[in-house]
């Protein structure tokens, strides 16, 4: 099936990817995910706004969003005052993750859990 000139439209830049292009593209309209257990809402939330933006759609059938634990949210950014950004990160880093499986380009990782953004205590 081909994107109506709207969705082209809409996903132009999408489009000239040479890993999503059109048939991807088409894959990510196809594709829906969720929120797992456990992960922090933060994280998910940005997450879900990329893969929204991209054109997937949330639904409770679709596949499993893994984004990190608060924990590991916390543990990432090395103080309290960093919680923001380090969930801004983490969700993008998700949702990237997310968007290679869905277009068959590789498997998701796991962020390095050496990473930090502050070695404040």
């Known amino acids: 099936m081909s994107l109506d000139a709207t969705a082209q439209?809409?996903?132009?830049?999408?489009l000239l990817v040479g890993e999503i292009g059109e048939a991807g593209q088409q894959r990510l309209l196809d594709a829906r995910f969720r929120h797992g257990a456990g992960g922090a809402a933060d994280a998910y939330a940005v997450a879900?706004?990329?893969l929204e933006r991209a054109g997937c759609a949330s639904d409770p059938?679709?596949?499993?969003l893994r984004v990190p634990?608060?924990?590991?949210l916390m543990r990432f950014a090395g103080s309290p005052a960093l919680a923001e950004p380090a969930a801004a990160i983490l969700g993008a880093f998700s949702a990237v993750e997310h968007?290679?499986?869905v277009l068959g380009i590789g498997a998701a990782r796991e962020l390095p859990t050496e990473l930090r953004l502050s070695d404040e205590a």
């Open 69 to 72: 634990s608060t924990s590991a």
């Open 48 to 50: 879900a706004d990329y």
């Open 61 to 64: 059938s679709g596949a499993v």
């Open 99 to 101: 968007l290679k499986e």
């Open 9 to 14: 439209r809409r996903y132009a830049r999408q």
